[in-house]
């Protein structure tokens, strides 16, 4: 095999690794259309359409959060 060289740890602790999401489980109904819609972009995206309808709705309430 050759000669083998002893490396330091670069990996980072296990609880670094977990993303800490500042996100609330709720419940809606959405029209039909709209999902549908996010469906159709998400595919051609290759993404998820519920992340898709969350920045959505992220980027309108730091719209309005901001405005006096």
Do not use: N
Request: no cysteine; proline share 4%; net charge positive.
């Amino acid at each position: 095999m050759g000669e083998t060289k002893i490396m330091k740890d670069f990996l980072p602790a296990p609880h670094l690794l977990v993303l800490k999401d500042d996100k609330v489980k709720v419940t809606i109904s959405l029209s039909r259309k709209s999902v549908d819609y996010f469906k159709k972009e998400a595919k051609r995206h290759r993404t998820s359409y519920q992340k898709m309808i969350r920045k959505v709705i992220d980027l309108y309430a730091s719209h309005f959060q901001q405005s006096p």
